[in-house]
């Protein structure tokens, strides 16, 4: 089946906007994750999701990032009041089961977020 | 928070030759886990290695772990150019979350 896909590939944005982000998870997966790739932090881990609850939302930079996940299926990342610090590539990935420390993940293409 | 090290940052090497990468981490790990990226976006799986296990091989690659150490290798034998792309260590907590390493960049010139 298809893979993990992400839209949009590349958002622009001003400072202040809110932007979403989706992500379709491979169909069947029931464990997602958010992460986050910029130049000066590199990757990083944002929120975990089982099913349609995140028992990990450590990496939750600021309030300002939400995230939902409805029918055990698409997740929509939220980034409210967009910072010029906010831009970065964004990535899911999903995962077949629980999760878990042994399970694959398989990665979308991600989001390119500039914002201005 | 990065888990750890990689070295080296870069690598450019010639068609045919292997290519080495080194990896450092903090905690304790049931598995670490290597992954590559092309151009800067979805990164892919390439393989797994257990705590308990210290050398597997999948293909063209090898990699090693050393726990007492916290150090893991990944070897690609026989390099071509469809290998550049930038490669990363991680480690998973028990709910999946990886936690990468800094990455090396590779460049394999044909």
């Known amino acids: 089946g298809a893979g993990v896909s992400q839209s949009p590939s590349n958002k622009v944005t001003e400072k202040g906007k809110d932007v979403e982000l989706r992500c379709d998870p491979i169909?069947?997966?029931?464990?997602l994750y958010w992460y986050r790739q910029s130049l000066g932090q590199g990757l990083e881990f944002l929120i975990y999701?089982?099913?349609?609850?995140?028992?990990?939302k450590s990496g939750l930079p600021s309030d300002r990032f939400s995230a939902e996940r409805t029918g055990g299926s698409v997740s929509t990342l939220t980034i409210q009041r967009t910072q010029q610090e906010d831009s970065a590539v964004y990535l899911c990935?999903?995962?077949?089961?629980?999760?878990?420390?042994?399970?694959?993940?398989?990665f979308g293409p991600g989001t390119r977020l500039l914002v201005l | 928070s990065q888990q750890g090290e990689e070295d080296p940052q870069a690598l450019s090497i010639q068609e045919g030759e292997n290519a080495t990468m080194n990896c450092s981490y903090k905690?304790?790990?049931?598995?670490l886990q290597w992954y590559r990226q092309n151009s800067g976006r979805g990164l892919v799986h390439l393989i797994l290695?257990?705590?308990?296990?210290r050398e597997k091989h999948s293909g063209r690659l090898r990699v090693t772990l050393d726990t007492s150490k916290k150090s893991s290798s990944l070897l690609i034998t026989a390099s071509r150019a469809a290998d550049t792309a930038s490669y990363f260590c991680?480690?998973?907590?028990?709910?999946?979350?990886?936690?990468f390493g800094q990455g090396t960049t590779l460049q394999v010139k044909p």
């Open positions: 169909s069947g997966h029931t464990a």
């Open positions: 290695i257990r705590s308990n296990e």
């Open positions: 991680a480690t998973a907590s028990n709910t999946g979350k990886l936690i």
């Open positions: 990935a999903s995962s077949l089961a629980r999760g878990g420390s042994q399970e694959t993940q398989y």
């Open positions: 905690t304790s790990i049931n598995n």
């Open positions: 999701f089982q099913g349609n609850s995140a028992p990990d």
